[in-house]
Nanobody, 130 residues
């Protein structure tokens, strides 16, 4: 059982990257998914989340209007499209999965940066140069 985030890399300020989150050994479609990040010397923070159905999502204020979360059930993958990147977006990004039965979609999307998660993926490093 494994959750894997990938797609990180080096980008210039103002550029874009798309992160992907894929599950191995369990059905991602049965889970709400959150994206988190941790910058050097800082605590982990919530970035965005999406409900199991994809009908509800939430974003940290720092990434609103720049990042977009989505999920593709056919590919069992959740994406984080990151545009207008800033140097302060530099961090290791993680995806996390919470079983949908633990939270309603509304409850999850409202509290997704605070709730408990069942699985955490290995992170992917995003570096944004100025």
């Amino acid at each position: 059982v494994q959750l894997q985030a990938y797609g990180g890399g080096l980008a210039q300020a103002g550029g874009s990257l798309r992160l992907s989150c894929t599950a191995y050994g369990f059905p991602l479609d049965d889970y709400h998914i959150g994206w988190f990040r941790q910058a050097p010397g800082k605590e982990r923070e919530g970035v965005s989340c999406i409900s199991r159905s994809g009908g509800r999502s939430n974003y940290a204020d720092s990434v609103k209007e720049r990042f977009t979360i989505s999920r593709d059930s056919a590919k069992s993958t959740v994406y984080l499209q990151m545009n207008s990147l800033k140097p302060e977006d530099t961090a290791v990004y993680y995806c996390a999965a919470a079983r949908f039965r633990r939270y309603t979609s509304n409850d999850y999307s409202t509290r997704c940066f605070e709730v408990g998660y069942d699985y955490w993926g290995r992170g992917t490093l995003v570096t944004v140069s100025s």
